[in-house]
Each structure stands twice: as structure tokens, then as C-alpha cells.
């Protein structure tokens, strides 16, 4: 059985920082490209990072240079380090895997249970 286990998220002020991790079993997570997506309220989810299984990675223009992403595959663990955060990436952060790429990166199976991230003062 895969599953995918978030932790971290949490309140953080405008131009703080969190990081979000995902533990993954049930699968060679060193194999896969994982990702991480959110979902604010009323809008539909949203590709954020996404690393590869030799780690490359890929971001979406709205959190270039301030999140970035990684992986310890000895842990079968994926991190999201998130910097000057702001009310705008509010949202419910998930995890993904294994993700595909096909005219651009889509979504896997298995997603984690989300982790809430609210920017307010």
C-alpha cells in the first residue's frame, strides 16, 4: 500500500518561511519524479515544484527563487523549503508521485493527505 505522509505547514507572517516534507512507503520513491501541487479555496490545484529522480527540478513561475524543492531518497523523503511567503500562497500544499511528463509535468497516482500553509499577519 503507498502512501504518501505530509508534515510541517502551518501560520507563518508575510516574508516568513516554512517547510513542508513528504514521507513516502509502499514505493521506490528513489524511481519516481515527485511534486508538490496546492489548492487555495476556490481555485483549482496548481503544480508547484516538482523534482526528478536524478533531481532535476522544475518550478512554476509564481514561487521561482523563493521555494525550492529536494529529496533524500535514502529517508524516501521530498521537501518543499518555502522563503518569503505570502498571503497569496495560502493554500493546502500536497504531495505527489509518481508524476509523468507528457507536454509537461501531470500528476501521479498517490497524493498526500495536504498540509495547511496560511501567510497572514
Known amino acids: 500500500q503507498v502512501q504518501l505522509v505530509e508534515s510541517g505547514g502551518g501560520l507563518v507572517q508575510p516574508g516568513g518561511s516554512l517547510r513542508v516534507s513528504c514521507a513516502a512507503s509502499?514505493?521506490?520513491?528513489?524511481?519516481?519524479?515527485v511534486g508538490w501541487y496546492r489548492q487555495a479555496p476556490g481555485k483549482q490545484r496548481e503544480m508547484v515544484a516538482a523534482i526528478t529522480s536524478t533531481g532535476n527540478t522544475n518550478y512554476a513561475d509564481f514561487v521561482k527563487g523563493r521555494f525550492t524543492i529536494s529529496r533524500d531518497n535514502a529517508k524516501n523523503t521530498a521537501y518543499l523549503q518555502m522563503n518569503s511567503l505570502q498571503p497569496e500562497d495560502t493554500a493546502v500544499y500536497y504531495c505527489?508521485?509518481?508524476?509523468?511528463?507528457?507536454?509537461?509535468?501531470?500528476?501521479?497516482?498517490?497524493w498526500g493527505q495536504g498540509s495547511q500553509v496560511t501567510v497572514s499577519s
Open positions: 509502499g514505493i521506490i520513491f528513489s524511481m519516481y519524479t
Open positions: 505527489n508521485a509518481p508524476m509523468a511528463y507528457i507536454n509537461g509535468y501531470r500528476p501521479g497516482r498517490y
